[in-house]
């Protein structure tokens, strides 16, 4: 069981490092006016592990900060894995 709950940390830091990657790479393209990282894969990166990192990234290059989808998704998704966190702890 330890060694899950470690693999599990490891998935967790990469994704959450991906998530804060991401949003930077985005907000230097859309200075640039380059090519853009989808709203829909932000949001799926933040889905699969990432959210912290995704909210770090929106903060730290205040990025995507006016838009609601945002504002009310990346918190909310936080929320879904703190839950769950604590569903998967309690029955450990």
């Known amino acids: 069981m330890a060694d899950l709950t470690y693999l599990l940390y490891i998935y967790l830091a990469a994704a959450n ?3 804060f990657v991401m949003f930077g790479i985005d907000k230097s ?5 380059a090519w853009r990282i ?5 949001l799926i990166s933040a889905a699969v592990g ?6 770090a990234g929106m903060i730290v290059f205040r990025h995507k900060t006016k838009h ?4 009310i998704g990346l918190p909310l ?3 879904i894995h703190l839950a769950l966190w604590y569903l998967l702890s309690a029955k450990m």
């Not at 990432?50 to 909210?55: K, R």
């Not at 609601?68 to 504002?71: A, I, V």
């Open 50 to 55: 990432g959210s912290v990192g995704a909210i």
């Open 17 to 19: 490092i991906v998530s």
């Open 29 to 33: 393209r859309a200075k640039r006016r």
């Open 38 to 42: 989808s709203e829909a894969a932000l």
């Open 77 to 79: 998704i936080l929320i």
């Open 68 to 71: 609601m989808k945002f504002l």
